[in-house]
Every structure is written in structure tokens, then in C-alpha cells.
């Protein structure tokens, strides 16, 4: 009896080998090529639909695959479909005992999925539960600070960003300075003037990049009506940053107007294109203030030129063609308008994200949508 239980304990753990052995050789031969592997790869190469495939059909060969499961998630958040991404990261978290690196993953993943919903709350809970030390790298750093600046928490977003340039972040964030002018912006576009005003000044005193926050000191400057002040910003963005000039022009054009000052605002044309004559926006100015002044010609002449250089958004024509039509001079506007016609139904000519294409609301720093820092100006 006994030898009949050892014989059969012996048949039993002989076969468990066999089969054991047989997996390891299969295995070992698949390694290079298993779905798993071949679903990194993919990932690497930035196929993601290829990844997609391979790791769906290594969850299926093997459930228990967790970083399978992580990065299938984190594939359907950058597809859009976020809502499937958070269930995945967020089953993964509550019915698994994983591992302390796969599960530190899966919270930033879910992270970053609750963030691109907008679930900004959350994505601060999730955080809280990482160890100190994962808390401190730049992903978590940077999704604190989003975190912070969506809730209106600026003293703690700025730490956050302090924190996150100090932990050799990528270069892709944006410096203390510009980051200070973003703030001023989120401050303003929430109606708080008086933190916006302080973060833009301190803005272009840290960072002459932040050239644009001179765009909004001056904004505010008329709301506290003191459009000297107001005029005085905006001239130093065309002086200290004349590419980003055409940003102020209207403004400066109505501030003027209100002082009864038209003629300066000729000057700053006429200035402008002197150094600059291939600037469409000071060529249009110019031509605009000429024809007010009565030089119909003179406005049309410079106009002509500005339709030698214009860009994609045809200023110089629409400046030549209102003049035109403004003066009933109609055969000679629908002849300027014809090369137009050619363009229309071209592809849409606002300004966009360069990231995510998303069309851009205003001159700022951060594109709304996709949350990429953006350098316009
Ligand atoms: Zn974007």
C-alpha cells in the first residue's frame, strides 16, 4: 500500500515536472516573441495600436499579467477613452495585491486618467496614497501642481512647480517666471486682478520671456482706468518683444482714440515698419491710421505691400479690400479679392495648439485642452 502511494506520488510529481519542464522550454523559446513583449516593443516604438493588440492578447494568455493590464489602460486614456482607463487602473488597485512598483504605476496611470477627466480631486486622493518618495517624482509633482492651479490653490501650485524644477524635471516645464505670468493669467481669468497684477509684475522682472504678461498688466491698468499706465505696458512688449507687438495694436489704437492722441499711434506704425517693413500688422496699422487721416492712396499703397507679405490669414487683403469698399471703389475690390477665392474653404486659419490642434482661447502660456505649455509669444 505504501509503495503503491509512493509509486503514484512519484507518477504524479514525475509528471508535474514534465509538464513544468515543458512550459519553462516553451516559454524561454517565446520569450523574445510573447504577446507581453511584443506589446512593449510596440509601446517603445510608439505603435500603439500594435501595442494594443499584443497586450490584450497577453492578458488573455495570463490574467494575472498586472503591467499588462496597466499599460492597456494607459493606451485607452491616450485613445480618449478615459472612462475605460480609470475602471482598469481602478479594478486593478482595489482587486489585486500587487507588487509596490506596479502598484505605485497603477495609481500615477490612474492619476493621469482621472486628470484628463478633469477629476481633479481625486487625482490629489489618489496621490496622497503614493509613498513620500514616489509622491516627490516629476509626474506626481507636476499632476499636484495641475491639481493645485485648477482648484485656485496658487501658493500650493507654485510650491508644487518649486518642487517639481528642483527635481530636475523635464525641460519641457516651463521656468519660474513664465510659470508665475501662467499663474497671473488663471488668477485673472478667475477674477482675482489683484493676484494677477502682482503675479504678472513679478513675472517680467523674473523672466523676459513672460513678455506677454505686459498684454494683461496693461488690461488691468485700464480697468483701474489709468490708461497712461495701461499705454506704458504695452509699448514695452513692442519694445522689448516686437514680434508679439500686433497682440497690443488694437488696444493701443483704442487708448489713444480715448486721448484724443491718434497721431502717436501713426508714430508707432510708422516706427514699426521702418525697422520691421515686412511686419503685415504694422503695415495694416499703418494703413489704417493713413486712411482715417484722409490718405486714401497712401493707406492703399501701404496696404499693397502688406498683401507682398502677408501669412496664411490674408491681413494685407482684408486691410486693402475694406478700404476699397469703404470708398466704393468696388471693381477694383473684387479685383483684389480674386486671388482669394482660390483659399477659401482652405483649412480653417485659427490659431491652434501645436500640441493637440485644439483651438487656442487667448494668448496664454498653457493650451486649455491637453494641458501642453505653449510658447506663442
Ligand atoms: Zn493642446
Not at 48 to 55: F, Q
Not at 94 to 113: G, M
Not at 132 to 150: F, G
Not at 294 to 308: F, I, P, Q, T
Amino acid at each position: 500500500m505504501t509503495f503503491l502511494i509512493s509509486a503514484a506520488v512519484i507518477a504524479v510529481g514525475a509528471a508535474v515536472w514534465y509538464v513544468g519542464a515543458r512550459r519553462a522550454k516553451s516559454r524561454k523559446g517565446e520569450l523574445d516573441k510573447s504577446p507581453y513583449h511584443l506589446g512593449l516593443d510596440a509601446l517603445i516604438a510608439g505603435d500603439r495600436a500594435d501595442a494594443m493588440k499584443h497586450l490584450t492578447q497577453a492578458v488573455r494568455d495570463d490574467p494575472r499579467n498586472a503591467d499588462a493590464y496597466v499599460k492597456l489602460g494607459s493606451i485607452l486614456r491616450e485613445r480618449g477613452q478615459v472612462k475605460q482607463a480609470i475602471q482598469i487602473h481602478r479594478e486593478l488597485l482595489v482587486k489585486r495585491r500587487l507588487p509596490a512598483a506596479i502598484r505605485n504605476d497603477t495609481i500615477k496611470s490612474l492619476a493621469l486618467d482621472l486628470a484628463a477627466a478633469g477629476r481633479w480631486r481625486e487625482v490629489l486622493e489618489h496621490l496622497a496614497t503614493l509613498p513620500r518618495s514616489e509622491r516627490s517624482d516629476p509626474l506626481a509633482l507636476a499632476l499636484t501642481r495641475d491639481a493645485y492651479e485648477s482648484a485656485g490653490d496658487l501658493d500650493k501650485a507654485a510650491q508644487a512647480h518649486k518642487e517639481l524644477l528642483k527635481a530636475g524635471s523635464p525641460e519641457d516645464q516651463p521656468t519660474p517666471g513664465v510659470y508665475r505670468a501662467h499663474l497671473g493669467l488663471v488668477a485673472f481669468r478667475r477674477g482675482d486682478t489683484r493676484r494677477a497684477k502682482a503675479e504678472f509684475q513679478a513675472a517680467v522682472k523674473e523672466d523676459p520671456t513672460a513678455g506677454l504678461a505686459y498684454v494683461y498688466l496693461g488690461d488691468i491698468a485700464v480697468r483701474e482706468e489709468d490708461t497712461e499706465r495701461a499705454i506704458a505696458y504695452w509699448m514695452k512688449l513692442i519694445s522689448e518683444k516686437p514680434d508679439c507687438a500686433q497682440l497690443v495694436f488694437e488696444r493701443l489704437e483704442k487708448a489713444y482714440f480715448e486721448m484724443g492722441d491718434f497721431g502717436r499711434m501713426m508714430g508707432i506704425y510708422e516706427e514699426l515698419v521702418a525697422s520691421s517693413p515686412t511686419n503685415v500688422r504694422a503695415l495694416t496699422g499703418l494703413s489704417r491710421m493713413l486712411e482715417r487721416k484722409g490718405s486714401v492712396d497712401e493707406a492703399l499703397r501701404v496696404a499693397r505691400e502688406a498683401v507682398k507679405h502677408q501669412g496664411s490669414t490674408f491681413e494685407g487683403h482684408r486691410q486693402l479690400i475694406q478700404i476699397l469698399m469703404r470708398h466704393e471703389r468696388y471693381e477694383e475690390a473684387a479685383k483684389a479679392a480674386e486671388p482669394l477665392i482660390a483659399e477659401l474653404g482652405d483649412e480653417h486659419k485659427e490659431r491652434t495648439c501645436p500640441n493637440c490642434e485644439t483651438a487656442l482661447d487667448g494668448y496664454g502660456w498653457r493650451c486649455d485642452s491637453c494641458r501642453a505649455w505653449i510658447n506663442e509669444c
